[in-house]
């Protein structure tokens, strides 16, 4: 049968089976019994943002994506549309009015909400924690820049010592592209942040802040590098009026924090997010946020940093505060300062068990939820994406969580990721996605990608920005796409993800998606 | 036009182009009855009523046939098999299209029941015009690689 023809037979099969269907005429029934469902659409970026904004730093190093693909990656949260439903707990809220302590040291760098502004519901949860260590060779450096005395621009210049061998990772800069410090590198600006990286001294390097390109550029051509140290700038030769504030001294060890992430919706297309992360490098509070002008103030006994974003960034307000070796933030758009800063006040310490708790009820509300794939690999674990966008969003899978389900199971958002086609540059969707997820399945360290294809690359990236070396790996076929799974042998490796024949891919690093602990 | 004309001079074909992507008559009523709950809530925002009801279906028919098959616990290639739709008209190829992934089932039906562009089709399926023309393409071959078995 040539095509024509086999075309014609299925115009004159849907015809008959649709004019053979009996649909009886109907009225719209009356307003009021019809049930209007609201939903909740998220930003992808929103849920990526949640797990990256604590470890920006690194994500800016680390992430990479290739030709044009959009990344997901840590993105400040852009608006929404539709409002979720009615939180019911914690309690809202109300503006602070008591300045008394609130808060006390947590050793384990648990913490959780005491209460949720009206309006707003917990969407992800997720927890790591070691042993998964940090490189031993990171380092970084800030400088502040003052306006008036308010700190209102920031520059960090984080570094490490690449892994040796497979697992390795190095940035990939063109040689005939822009030149940093007399060798390959790479600038760019964006969201009111400029970004530079280069390779020197056995080093990856990578400078990021608010402040002016000049004054980034004049520091980063003013320093040294060392394999052993990393960069440093002799404070003669700082612009005028920027301040050193790190490499400061190391505070106390930081083995046992965990690091956690909680992100909320709220109506209106609000957004909320808080996270606690082990304060690595005794990070002082004025070198916490560099995204935008900041302020201090004491709230329920602790000094805050308060800071908003650039009106390039977004429209967000972070507080930042340190507290028993853990840094912590909360950050939120669409919300007054003092609706912030009381549910600042209200973040207290806890234990493993409140919040896992909180972990086991998103993940539970999630699996309630339809998904948009699934599949199970051959050991039984079952794996899924869920999206809360609406039917007519631009980007279908706005807003999703991947979900393991094993003995024990989680959503979360997504670590990394990336989509393109048409629909990057476009308002319309993407074309393709790889979503990636990482979990902890019966005590492997595993990660889950979701590829709206069939996978092609899949392995760790070296030091040699040629190579790859694949790793073995599990795939389970979904209706919308496939799941591929890989064994984390190392928080120093990085990850690649890439399509069958597509030309854009994801590159992960384990530093940035921390193992998520699967709840008990 | 009022959304009540929208309604009642709309409704019946959707309900068949709904049927013949989900396959199932009941899950085709429901699907229908839940676009058009969107459809109100935005119709003070809808420039052109009816391409975006049809939109509004496609795209729930897409999203309801993964809800259902989870929901019922059963393999999607069941549910394509209607045990309440009309029989007897190229049953082999009706089976067929139960095979074929949502978004593809979506396409082909656009594409040769409602005679849409590859430009329709992905402005209803959220994707280029290129990728439309794919899933109409791969859903065409895998109902000839059905029906020849």
Redesign the interface.
């Known amino acids: ?1 040539n ?1 024509d023809a ?2 014609d ?15 009886e ?4 029934p009356p ?1 009021t019994e ?4 609201r939903r909740r659409p998220v930003h992808l970026a929103v849920f990526a943002g949640a797990a990256a904004m604590l470890a920006a730093v690194l994500a800016t190093v680390f992430v990479t994506t290739r030709d044009t693909t959009q990344q997901m990656g840590p993105t400040p949260p852009g608006p929404s549309t539709a409002a979720p439903p009615p939180s019911t707990s914690p309690e809202a809220i109300s503006p602070v009015t008591d300045p008394a302590p609130a808060v006390a040291s947590n050793a384990g760098g648990w913490y959780v909400p005491t209460s949720v502004p009206d309006g707003f519901e917990i969407v992800s949860a997720s927890a790591n924690r070691p042993p998964l260590a940090a490189n031993p060779t990171w380092q970084l450096a800030a400088w502040i820049d003052r306006t008036d005395g308010r700190i209102d621009r920031r520059l960090q210049v984080s570094s490490l010592v690449p892994q040796e061998g497979p697992g390795g990772y190095t940035f990939d800069h063109d040689p005939g592209a822009t030149i940093v410090r007399g060798v390959a590198g790479s600038i760019s600006e964006a969201d009111g942040v400029t970004s530079v990286s280069w390779n020197e001294a056995g080093r990856m390097l990578s400078a990021s802040g608010t402040m002016d390109r000049e004054r980034i550029m004049a520091i980063v051509e003013a320093g040294t590098v060392e394999a052993e140290s990393g960069f440093r700038v002799d404070d003669a030769l700082l612009p005028p009026g920027v301040e050193h504030v790190l490499p400061a001294e190391p505070g106390e060890p930081l083995d046992l924090l965990v690091t956690t992430s909680l992100l909320f919706e709220g109506q209106g297309g609000a957004t909320l997010w808080m996270t606690s992360t082990p304060n690595e490098g005794g990070l002082p509070l004025d070198g916490m946020y560099v995204f935008g002008p900041v302020r201090r103030e004491t709230v329920g006994g602790i000094e805050r940093e308060i800071a908003t974003s650039s009106p390039d960034h977004g429209d967000y307000t972070s507080v930042s505060w340190l507290d028993g070796g853990s840094r912590l933030a909360v950050s939120g758009t669409g919300m007054a300062d003092d609706e912030l800063l009381a549910f600042a006040r209200g973040v207290s310490p806890s234990d493993e068990a409140t919040f896992l708790d909180l972990e086991r009820e998103v993940t539970d509300r999630w699996l309630r939820e ?5 599949a199970t690999f051959a050991d039984g674990l079952a794996v899924s994406v869920r999206s809360s966008a ?7 899978l706005a807003g999703s969580v991947l979900c393991a389900e094993a003995i024990t199971r989680l959503c979360a958002a997504p670590i990394g990721g990336a989509g393109g ?3 990057a540059e476009s308002a ?2 993407p ?1 393709w996605y790889i979503l990636v997820g990482t979990f902890e399945v019966d005590g492997r360290k595993t990660a889950i990608a979701w590829l709206s294809g069939e996978p092609g690359d899949i392995g760790v990236t070296t030091n040699d920005p040629e190579r790859w070396d694949p790793l073995p790996f599990e795939r389970a076929d979904g ?2 796409g496939v799941f591929v799974r890989v064994d984390v042998e190392s928080a120093l490796s990085m990850l690649k993800f890439s399509r069958n024949g597509g030309s854009g891919g994801a590159n992960v690093a384990a530093e940035v998606f921390d193992v998520e602990v699967m709840t008990r | 036009m009022t959304f009540d004309e929208l309604y009642a001079e709309r409704r019946a074909a959707l309900v068949r182009l709904a049927y013949l992507v989900v396959g199932s008559h009941a899950v085709a009523e429901e699907t229908v009855h839940e676009a058009f709950v969107e459809v109100l809530r935005r119709w003070d925002s809808i420039e052109a009523p009816v391409a975006y009801a049809r939109i509004t279906v496609v795209r729930a028919a897409v999203r309801t046939r993964r809800r259902r098959a989870r929901e019922l616990d059963l393999a999607v290639r069941t549910i394509e098999r209607p045990a309440d739709g009309p029989t007897g008209t190229d049953d082999e190829l009706w089976q067929a299209l139960g095979v074929l992934p949502g978004r593809q089932r979506a396409a082909v039906v656009l594409r040769f029941y409602e005679d849409c562009s590859h430009e329709e089709i992905g402005a209803a399926l959220g994707c280029s015009a290129a990728n439309a023309r794919l899933l109409v393409h791969r859903g065409v071959a895998r109902l000839k690689q059905e029906v020849t078995r």
């Open positions: 049968m095509e086999f075309d037979r299925i115009r004159r099969m849907l015809q008959a089976r649709a004019d053979a269907l009996p649909v005429p109907q009225e719209w307003v019809v049930e209007v469902r339809p998904a948009t794939d699934e609406p039917a007519d969003a631009v980007d279908p086609g048409n629909g319309s969707a074309d209706q919308q």
